[in-house]
């Protein structure tokens, strides 16, 4: 595992600096459709529920070409599949890495169990989902209050809003995440003990935001004369024991091979399956196993998770683009840029190598973003004209999922238009209405948002991030970097009692002291 190349140390790298020697701005995009009439074509991919145009990236035949070179050169069919084949490329933390597992379809009937791993996904995933069905059809539950931070929280959130159209509606879902009391305390007042489920998701059980919120949803249940704690208590966690020493008695599991910004489709995913019920939850697994399938199975040229991370990487270490943004054009998928951000950059925020070497180039970009056509009346403005050039990655849906006319014509014509501008600019010799153009967009398209449609679609964004991170040589898998915010916040709150500020920097000990309302 550790002899794969790392990008810098490649030919195809070499080769790619001197395409970006000779074009540094990258190619003219409106010259390169005036030459190419299949430039459309070559730069589209089809995918399981999915198809992207590529075709407005700052990327030519040649650039692509050394690009799958770049990814050849890297080993990265083989750690493709030393993944799938559960080897521990979580080499930190010596775990492996198969979350893919999570949606793989069960063994057919009868076929001895291969995998110890897959029939004990299939065991919890039906119980799960037993448990979801039982839930929607329990009528004295009217709120579901998920209880989780970061992994925990973002993917359910984030799919079941994007489902909302599937869901029975009967059920209210809540998502409490932050250790702030007002978000907490806004949820319960809306909520009665006795009609109110709470799931209380971490993966380790031990994170302090979920805890503490559910450590006080269980003395407002308590006060509130709720009564059957294993009623109304449900923990969603890998650390069994611990969520019974909180006293609850259903636990739905999973495994240490699931890290938290992959586990949406593990228990975790509970909240989506109480919201769209145990047959869209498997459409939405099915979705994403499609996913799956191609990027095993796709030769890296038709390969989208591969074509999308490859041009990440062009534009990272090449053209030195810091950022992203992503435009989905559909309300439902407003939290997908925050699903995103923690995706890619608690994945690929990384500045060493496996081997802990301090990286000679950049890795993760800033992941941001709003949906369209909000954004428009934001910050596109920057996009457009200012001095940052930022890729960014649209999504549209063929169908909406409402019968209002009018409205989604015209929500397509934005996302159209916006690339469209991007792209052409706009010559004004004025300086203030000229638009530069060139600017690169990628453009995702859906048929409609439906289970196996989103579930495609994040397995795809999945593997990119697995691709970008593969030829970078960095562990996708840990983060390291969110652990010492949270040691020294242990060491900062006692102080915030007692005013004790010795040993602290100055402008902490200043900023601690205005807060305990001294100056
Ligand atoms: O602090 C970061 C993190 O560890 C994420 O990776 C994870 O998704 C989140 O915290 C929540 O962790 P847990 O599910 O264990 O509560």
Redesign the pocket.
Known sequence: MHDRLRCDQTQAWSALRALHAAEPQGPDLRRAFEQDAGRFAAFSQEAPHVFADLSKNLVTPAIEHQLLALARECGLEAFRDTMFSGQAINTTEQRAVKHFLLRAPRPADGAPAQDADLAAVHATLDAMLDYAEQVRADTAITDVVNI?????DLGPQMASIALEAFATGRVRLHFVSNVDGHELAAVLARCQPRHTLFLIA???FT?TE?MTNAQSARAWFDAGGGGDVARHFCALTTNVPAAQAFGIRTTFGFWDWVG??YSLWSAIGLPLAIAIGAQGFRAFLAGAHAMDTHFRKAPLASNLPVRLALIDVWYRNFLGFTSRSVAPYHSGLRRWPAYLQQLEM?SNGKRVDLQGRPLPFATSPVVWGEPGTNGQHAYFQMLHQGTDIVPVEFVAVRQPAHALQGHHARLLANALAQAQALMVGQQDAGGHRHFPGNRPSTFLLLDALDPASLGALIALQEHRVFVSGALWGINSFD?WG?ELGKVLARDIEPRLADGNTQGLDASTAGLLQRLRGGH
């Open positions: 989780g931070i970061g992994g925990s971490s993966k380790t994170t979920t938290g910004r608690e983060q969110v």
